[in-house]
């Protein structure tokens, strides 16, 4: 496997391992709908009596698609894990943001500097510098935000997100690793989690 110093020439694909339960949805016009339709068929497999939660999950899923891939996202995974009876809800959108975003940055120390004070200034963010084992370095930034419950179908807890902001080796652009859950008493848990799955990214 090769490392992110390893590339004199941009990677073909990237590689990442999500745990069984994350459910992947590809965000191409091709492809988006086709996996949508099969999530929400899972989710209500032997429920016929609600059409129209079926509907407006699938209508939200669909603006969530189509808005993740307006900003370069590639794919989208939704956990349908559970502990007992809840439901530890959370998500992962993978996207290439376009070629001129922070162009000015090509490493990590770069970008972290180009943040700090910027758009992570709050003190609910935690901004920093690491090294994920076969990627290379990234900028990590925690953050605990108020929720927005029109985007997210009605929850009123606060959503940590955890994003990894990868530079993609000999291109001078960048991967984006959003991770987020509104499944606030479990956030600290579900952080460990995220990292787990970041640490597993590869290129190819």
């Not at 090769?2 to 091709?30: C, H, M, R």
């Not at 307006?70 to 989208?76: N, R, V, W």
């Not at 990868?166 to 991967?175: D, E, H, Y």
Request: charged share 20%; glycine share 6%; proline share 7%.
């Amino acid at each position: 496997m090769k490392t992110a110093e390893d590339f004199s020439s941009p990677p073909t694909d990237y590689n990442l391992i999500v745990p069984d339960g994350w459910f992947q949805i590809l965000l191409d016009p091709e492809e988006r709908d086709r996996c949508i339709v099969a999530l929400v068929d899972l989710q209500f497999r032997g429920v016929d009596n609600a059409p129209h939660l079926k509907q407006e999950i699938m209508r939200d899923l669909q603006k969530r698609a189509i808005s993740a891939y307006g900003i370069g996202g590639t794919e989208l995974y939704l956990s349908l894990l559970t502990a007992g009876p809840v439901p530890l809800a959370s998500s992962l959108l993978i996207s290439i943001p376009a070629a001129d975003e922070w162009s000015a940055c090509s490493e990590a120390d770069e970008l972290a500097e180009h943040f700090a004070g910027r758009y992570y200034a709050d003190a609910d963010t935690e901004l920093s510098v690491t090294k994920l084992e076969v990627a290379g370095k990234a900028v990590r930034v925690r953050r605990r935000a108020a929720p927005d419950p029109e985007q997210q179908m009605g929850n009123t807890l606060p959503t940590t997100t955890l994003t990894y902001y990868v530079p993609i080796p000999a291109t001078g652009r960048w991967l984006m690793l959003n991770f987020s859950t509104p499944v606030d008493p479990l956030a600290d848990q579900m952080v460990e989690l995220f990292d787990t799955v970041a640490g597993t990214l590869y290129w190819a």
